[in-house]
Each structure stands twice: as C-alpha cells, then as structure tokens.
C-alpha cells in the first residue's frame, strides 16, 4: 500500500531528552513537511523539504532539527531546546513542482514529562 | 504575512442536517484544499479546487473556489454522525508548496 507512515503513534520523554520522529513515504513525493498541532489549534508549519539534501525553516522552527538524506525519510529531533514539545506531530508529503496538495501520516503524540 | 479564516469556530447540528463553513483570506491563492481530521489521526483531503469559480462534489460534501480568489466554501449535505471531526481548509500555490491552514471548524453531529 502507498501512504505515509510516522512511528511510534505514541511517545514519551524525559524533559532535557532529544527525541527523533520518524516520517516515511513510498509515494516518490519530492516534498516533504513536519507540522505541529496543539490542542484545540490549527496546523503550524516546522520544516519542510522540496528535494533530497535541502530543508527549509518553517513557522516554528526553532528547537527542532531535520534532515533529508533520502527521498523517502524525513525525520524530525525535537531537541531540548524547544521550550514546549508536547504536542500532537504531523508528516506530509506532497509531488512537488507545480502541485500544493498535501498527504498527511497518521500523526505522533509526543508527551514530555 | 498571509491571513486566513475560517468560521465558524464550531457547529453543533442534528443527523441529518447541511451544513456549510467557509474561508476567506486577504490574499488571492492559486489553490483552495479543504481536509477532515477525526481525533488523533491525520488531516484526509476531501476536496481539492485549482481555479477561480470551480465547483467540486466529493459525495455529499460540495466545495467551491470563489471568483475573487480570495474565499472558499465547503457544504456538507444530509450530515450523519461519522461527518463529526475538524475540517479544515488550506490555500497554496504561492510560496514553494507551502500551505496555509484555516484555525479550523470542529463540527458535532447529535443523533
């Protein structure tokens, strides 16, 4: 089946600990996107990729890391600079070029305590 | 920077109603998506509109690009319970791919 897939669905962390989420796609999508969603809110854009070995801040970058070796990975660190990490994380992926419709993984809900 | 909202904030309706939401933005956008997410899952796309004025049905659910650019509507028609979840909707085609999200509309389908 072709999707996008981000593990664990679940996670939990120590404050002060770096976590990476894993986001993968079998879509052979150019781009792809790391969002962030908190309660009750809209979706806040993180990093974002448009091809391999390139990656882009998003709105909220700050404390978090990306990288993009391969087309179908785009893994996210949430380091313990980030101030907040408890949030619902979301990946997506998209053709690129001329197309903006977005595809979005199931989702990881990172709880720090 | 860009702007978009989407209203209203919340609906509460009965089985069986229609129901409509829209978006408007203070840009004019190439492209207008409309997405559902139900509780700790994904956003799913419904519908997606790629020109001024175009009307698209995905089942029961209508949405529309307006001719300003600036606006789209999302209509979902004779509403059952598994409709309930948050809709949003999204403009691009301006800035590399990047999207721009509504706040979202959580919508409640009483039985």
């Known amino acids: 089946d072709g999707g996008i897939t981000q593990s664990p669905k679940y996670l939990f962390r120590k404050e002060g600990q770096n976590v990476t989420l894993s986001c993968e796609q079998n879509?052979?999508?150019?781009?792809m996107y790391w969002y962030r969603q908190d309660p009750g809110q809209g979706l806040r854009l993180i990093y974002y990729?448009?091809?391999?070995?390139?990656?882009q801040k998003g709105d909220i970058a700050e404390g978090y890391s990306v990288s993009r070796e391969k087309k179908e990975s785009f893994p996210l660190t949430v380091t313990s600079a980030q101030k907040n990490p408890t949030a619902f994380y979301l990946c997506?992926?998209?053709?690129?070029?001329?197309?903006?419709?977005?595809?979005f993984g199931p989702g990881t809900r990172l709880t720090v305590l | 920077g860009q702007q978009l909202n989407q209203s209203p904030q919340s609906m509460f309706i009965q089985e069986g109603e229609d129901v409509s939401m829209n978006c408007t933005s203070s840009?004019?956008?190439?492209?207008w998506l409309w997405y559902k997410q139900d509780p700790g899952e994904g956003p799913v796309l419904l519908i997606a509109?790629?020109?001024?004025?175009e009307l698209t049905s995905n089942g029961r659910l209508t949405a529309q690009f307006g001719i300003t650019r600036k606006d789209s509507f999302l209509n979902i028609s004779a509403s059952i319970p598994s409709d309930v979840g948050i809709y949003f909707c999204?403009?691009?085609?301006?800035?590399?791919?990047?999207?721009?999200f509504g706040q979202g509309t959580i919508l409640t389908v009483h039985p």
């Open positions: 997506a992926s998209s053709p690129g070029g001329q197309s903006d419709t977005q595809y």
């Open positions: 879509l052979n999508h150019d781009a």
């Open positions: 990729s448009q091809i391999v070995n390139d990656f």
């Open positions: 840009s004019i956008f190439n492209t």
């Open positions: 509109l790629y020109k001024a004025g």
């Open positions: 999204a403009e691009g085609g301006t800035s590399y791919g990047k999207l721009t």
